[in-house]
């Protein structure tokens, strides 16, 4: 088991940065590559970005490639997601996820074992 901790959203303006963070415990968290996902009201959840178990690669989706970085801390086992220019369609709850080691496709959260409760980012025009 992997138990997974997020925090750092809140209210910001459009244009405006968050940083997001996830703590994770249970099992070694080196051993999985991790993601983040979100998810708007009425929407589905969907993919924002990836990141390898040693953090040496990142994969974004379009939609935040140049405004999100993500990075990770296996000692301190934790996953950062750095926010910036945030626009209001960025507005959802923000998961964290810990993807099945032999999972192939980053992109689905079917791939992800284990999830956060998520942590909510608005966004203001």
């Known amino acids: 088991q992997v138990q997974l901790v997020e925090s750092g959203g809140g209210l910001v303006q459009a244009g405006g940065s968050l940083r997001l963070s996830c703590a994770a415990s249970?099992?070694?968290?080196?051993?999985?590559?991790m993601g983040w996902f979100r998810q708007a009201p009425g929407k589905e959840r969907e993919f924002v970005v990836a990141?390898?178990?040693?953090?040496?690669?990142?994969y974004y989706a379009d939609s935040v490639k140049g405004r999100f970085t993500i990075s990770r801390d296996n000692s301190k086992r934790t996953v950062d997601l750095q926010m910036n220019s945030l626009k209001p369609e960025d507005t959802a709850v923000y998961y964290c996820?810990?993807?099945?080691?032999?999972?192939?496709?980053?992109?689905?959260?079917?791939?992800?074992?284990?999830w956060g409760r998520g942590t909510q980012v608005t966004v203001s025009s």
């Open positions: 990141i390898t178990r040693s953090g040496g690669s990142a």
């Open positions: 996820a810990a993807r099945n080691p032999i999972a192939i496709v980053k992109e689905s959260a079917k791939s992800y074992d284990y």
């Open positions: 249970g099992r070694t968290f080196s051993n999985y590559a």
